[in-house]
């Protein structure tokens, strides 16, 4: 069966530092009403996460199989996904802005963590080992769980100082600063930041204009 090759998969973006921080930039222009959601069904969901490679070809076939043998079960985890990726960013953006944590936010994010390991423990990885889902069929919240992982990690982890919100105003996403004098302000230069500078040139230019003396009329 082939992945899912929604348009929505197309405008995934990798450029955050943390996986779940990737995660919660699934969502644009989040401060403003006409928000634009990138994962908008249980298949969208797959596709990001085949795109993050947290989950093998064989695992999104499993999962876009079982998803729609069940579609309430799918709808359920689509929902609790979502809601983490809200828990998650409500979080890293009070931390960022050196705020108080959201008390409902974080209770949101351990129900999410307590599901996850409840699964979780450790598989062989050569002469190591790492963190894995042993002995366990994907199930839907499997996506969940990597993610609420990826979170946790970020959470209680000395990197969480230099997570930041980008500067546009309209957008919301986080990012983690990896610059060495720690001055990045824009989740990508490309995008937010040349937006932000053609507005700074725009208002330049008026300012510019309003400042000159009314021109006389022609006679």
């Known amino acids: 069966m082939a992945e899912p090759a929604h348009a929505a998969a197309l405008a995934f973006r990798f450029n955050a530092g943390w996986l779940c921080l990737d995660f919660t930039n699934t969502v644009r222009f989040r401060p403003i009403s006409d928000r634009l959601d990138l994962i ?43 809601g983490l990726r809200e828990a998650v960013h409500g979080l890293v ?48 919240d499997r996506i969940s769980g990597w993610v609420a992982r990826s979170a946790a990690e970020l959470l209680t982890s000395p990197s969480l ?38 507005r700074r040139h725009y208002e330049r230019r008026r300012a510019a204009g309003s400042d000159r003396p009314p021109t006389a009329p022609d006679c």
């Open 40 to 82: 908008n069904d249980y298949d969208d969901l797959i596709a990001w996460a085949r795109q993050a490679t947290i989950i093998t070809a064989g695992e999104a076939e499993a999962l876009s199989a079982r998803a729609s043998a069940a579609p309430r079960e799918a709808t359920a985890a689509l929902a609790r996904a979502r």
């Open 93 to 140: 953006s009070a931390r960022a802005a050196s705020l108080p944590a959201p008390t409902d936010r974080l209770q949101t994010f351990n129900r999410a963590l307590a599901r996850a390991m409840a699964r979780a423990g450790l598989v062989p990885a050569g002469s190591r080992f790492k963190w894995g889902w042993p002995g366990a069929e994907p199930d839907l």
């Open 161 to 198: 100082t230099f997570v930041r919100e980008c500067a546009g105003y309209d957008c919301g996403w986080l990012f983690l600063d990896a610059t060495k004098n720690r001055s990045r302000r824009w989740c990508d230069m490309q995008t937010c930041g040349n937006r932000a500078k053609s």
